[in-house]
């Protein structure tokens, strides 16, 4: 595996379901992101890790957990979602926080029924 | 905050056609990047734009920043159809955070 890998690629869920999003990188890369991008807005920043640890809470609502176990992987649990939470989430890493040059993991498309 | 506006927001040509995309920011730009976002998928990186009057070329696909108008332009030439997708600028938005513009749409007709 290369890059930055996101599973699983497509997600239905109900409301009362928990389900966590995965990613994984395989560039030794010291930061990563998650964002969420909606239709017709622009990409939004949800969460930071840099060396395994949060430095950046983009005033996300509490259902939505991120954890990072190590610097290779990245989760973001997810629990009582509402339909407007259904969007496009991705994984990028960087070679460190504020190094702008990211590289994107496929995404997972979430749809919250 | 930095914001990013793009312009167009979508964009249809045809095959061989040159295009031009605009980013324009709210705020002076210390850097200004360029994604490319196939419909559905993750961004890949095209390039970094740091100092006022920069330009790079990457195959067809020429950019250039203009720190006094806070904007910069995306330049395709002859375009191909691997050239379709949503282009997307971000920019230094403070705190460390990369912040986008909405993207423009590329279609490309044979």
């Known amino acids: 595996e290369t890059g930055v890998t996101q599973t699983p690629r497509h997600l239905v869920m109900g409301m009362t379901n928990k389900k966590s999003l995965k990613c994984e990188q395989h560039?030794?890369?010291?930061?990563m992101y998650w964002y969420k991008q909606s239709a017709k807005k622009p990409l939004e920043l949800m969460f930071v890790y840099s060396l395994e640890e949060r430095v950046e809470n983009n005033s996300v609502p509490s259902r939505f957990s991120p954890e990072c176990p190590n610097s290779s992987h990245l989760f973001l649990h997810l629990h009582t979602l509402q339909p407007e939470d259904s969007a496009l989430y991705l994984c990028a890493s960087s070679q460190g926080w504020g190094f702008y040059e990211q590289y994107f993991g496929p995404g997972t498309r979430l749809t919250v029924t | 905050s930095q914001e990013l506006e793009q312009s167009p927001q979508s964009l249809i040509v045809q095959e061989g056609k040159n295009l031009t995309i605009n980013c324009t920011s709210s705020k002076t730009l210390y850097g200004l990047y360029w994604y490319k976002q196939k419909y559905g998928e993750g961004l890949i990186f095209l390039m970094m734009l740091q100092k006022g009057g920069e330009e790079k070329s990457h195959e067809k696909i020429t950019a250039k920043l203009d720190e006094k108008k806070q904007q910069s332009s995306l330049h395709i030439t002859a375009s191909q159809p691997s050239h379709a997708g949503i282009y997307l600028c971000?920019?230094?938005?403070?705190?460390?955070?990369?912040?986008f513009g909405q993207g423009t749409r590329l279609t490309i007709n044979p």
């Open positions: 971000g920019a230094d938005g403070g705190a460390q955070k990369l912040v």
């Open positions: 560039l030794g890369h010291n930061a």
